[in-house]
């Protein structure tokens, strides 16, 4: 995935270790997200899937000093509920439309 004006591109890799477990790890040359990979190597459900605020995997992100908006933490997400089976694989984009200028 391309993470935005950061320039970073991460690809998301997500295992199932068991029903309620999996593994995650992300390649990218972003060392915030590369310093999260030992946190995300064996992940519950319960906790990783809590509410936004909750979230196992948000609170790593944060840790690691992660951008508010960086969409990887959500990538992360959607890739254990496909790799899980609670979601079907689909594209998420977000596209900014700039009005031209007056």
Do not use: Q, W
């Amino acid at each position: 995935m391309d993470a935005g004006i950061c320039g970073f591109r991460c690809v998301v890799e997500v295992s199932a270790l068991s029903r309620r477990k999996v593994s995650v790890a992300l390649h990218t040359d972003c060392e915030m997200l590369n310093a999260m990979n030992p946190e995300l190597n064996e992940l519950d459900l319960r906790p990783a899937m809590k509410s936004l605020a909750d979230s196992l995997v948000y609170r790593i992100a944060a840790r690691h000093s992660c951008h508010v908006a960086c969409p990887v933490p959500s990538a992360i997400l959607k890739a254990i509920e496909v790799e899980l089976g609670a979601a079907l694989p689909r594209d998420v984009a977000i596209r900014f439309e700039v009005p031209d200028p007056p």
